[in-house]
């Protein structure tokens, strides 16, 4: 078991790529918090993982809200005595509009749930990750956070913030034997996609824009977490 007893945190761990993380990291022994601000989605991961006798409670989140974020830190080391993994995953897209279409509100709640959320987890989850010893941040950023794409500005904007607070977040933390990664994900099959599986004209094209020739599978990129999350590089 690569995460036995391991304390994770996993944002958005009620769908797609958050909720395949929570599962394979469970398989792996890890004890689970899962944060999502959707309840129903993220009982229904916590009930997967009471399914294989994992240890895991679900903790409703706002990511993008400082009091919520700093309550989930605090309901984790309560539960569970402290934290080893924060994996900061959630995330939204925006509508897809040129910039002077956007709304300043739709910004907005972009770069908070998207980029301010992951200051908020690296803020309140340090402390517990430096008494740790071993701590461990993923964040996951996106192809469009190293490339402009037309339409998207937020997001953009935000996956692009996320993959230098990255970097930021390893150079600070490093001496305390915290490492920090981010993963960028192409195109993989959750719910953050479906808009665009019903336009005829986009989807035969984004279907097949990933290096690969198809759309990922979120537990592909669990697989990435979890490598990133073990101690593999030892
Ligand atoms: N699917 C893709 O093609 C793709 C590609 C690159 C990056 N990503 C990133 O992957 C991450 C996970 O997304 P996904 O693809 O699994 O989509 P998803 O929609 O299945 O999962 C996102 C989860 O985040 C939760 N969430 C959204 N806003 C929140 C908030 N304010 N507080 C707490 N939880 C919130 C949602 O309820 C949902 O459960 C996101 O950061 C996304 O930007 C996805």
Sequence with gaps: M?????????????????????????NEGAKIVIADRNE?????????????????????????????????????????????ILFNNAGVGNSEVRSVDLEEKEWDSV??????????????AIPELIKSGNGVIIN??????LKGKKYVSAYNASKGGVILLTQNAALEYGK??????????????????????????KWPIMSKANALGRVGKPEEIASA??????????
Excluded: M
């Design 111 to 124: 770069i908070d749930i998207n980029l301010k959320s992951v200051f908020l987890g690296i803020k309140y």
């Design 140 to 145: 996951t950023a996106s192809l469009l956070g």
């Design 2 to 26: 690569r995460l036995k007893d391991k304390i994770v945190i996993i944002t958005g761990g009620g769908s797609g790529i958050g909720r395949a993380t929570a599962i394979r990291f469970a």
């Design 40 to 84: 129903k989605t993220g009982e229904e991961t916590l009930g997967l993982l009471k399914e294989k006798n994992s240890e895991a409670i679900f903790v409703k989140t706002n990511v993008a809200d400082s009091k919520s974020v700093q309550n989930l830190v605090n309901q984790a080391v309560e539960c569970f005595g402290g934290i080893d």
């Design 225 to 234: 977490a979890l490598f990133l999350a073990s101690d593999e590089h030892l």
């Design 176 to 201: 305390y034997n915290i490492r920090v990664n981010a993963i960028a994900p192409g195109i993989i099959d959750t719910n953050i996609i479906e808009q665009w599986k019903n336009d005829e004209r």
